[in-house]
């Protein structure tokens, strides 16, 4: 394998960051290319433009919540699936052109991460969707900065939400999810995180790679 191009899972604030782990296509390590202010997460490979598989869709992921959660954890903007650059001067361009949107998100997303939650019920269940739709709100709106409602992709989902969340504030989110699960035998509810916040950022990376 010729690693001659980056691929970038996220962009920090300025740090030495140096992971053994399994990344894109292969990779058996992750770490930092700095410019000023800000420090992309990279690994070596051997493509710009690597296979969607399941497999390399899982190793971003997975590098992601690393670094989220990593010797005391740290705010990471998440980039979306598939960006390879050519080299590092062309990551550092980008790094140079988008540094004033990447330092306000990071700013915007300081200690905060990602954590989802979906409610679903059996397919023949007789239950209020209105009511369990109003109670999510009141138990969860409250503990989060911000919620994203996400697509409804069966007739068995009441709720699908993810929520902005201060780390601080995760062991009460817990707890309320635990609440919440405890006061509904009759309900499915999937929590998952914490996520990199995906969908509280949009940064659209549209130079040269």
């Keep these: 394998m010729t690693d001659d191009a980056l691929y970038v899972y996220g962009v920090i604030e300025n740090e030495d960051l140096d992971l053994d782990i399994e990344g894109v296509n292969g990779a058996e390590r992750a770490y930092t290319v700095s410019y000023q202010s800000l420090a992309a997460v990279v690994s070596d490979i051997d493509t710009v433009e690597p296979e969607r598989s399941d497999e390399n869709v899982q190793c971003h992921d997975e590098v992601l919540q690393t670094i989220l959660e990593h010797d005391g954890g740290r705010t990471v903007v998440p980039m979306s699936f598939g960006m390879g650059f050519k080299n590092k001067r062309t990551l550092k361009n980008v790094l140079r052109n ?84 405890d006061d509904h035998d009759e309900l499915l509810v999937q929590y998952t995180g914490p996520w990199a916040p995906y969908n509280f950022v949009d940064i659209e990376i549209t130079a040269q790679r």
């Design 98 to 181: 988008a540094r004033p949107v990447f330092s306000r998100t990071l700013r915007e997303i300081d200690g905060m991460v990602e954590l989802g939650l979906k409610v679903l019920t059996d397919e023949d269940a007789d239950v209020d969707t209105d009511e369990i739709v109003a109670e999510v709100e009141e138990r969860f709106d409250r503990i989060s900065v911000n919620v994203v409602e996400n697509q409804l992709f069966s007739d068995r989902l009441v709720i699908n939400r993810s929520y902005l969340v201060e780390r601080a504030d995760r062991e009460a989110f817990n707890e309320a999810v635990g609440e919440f699960e």
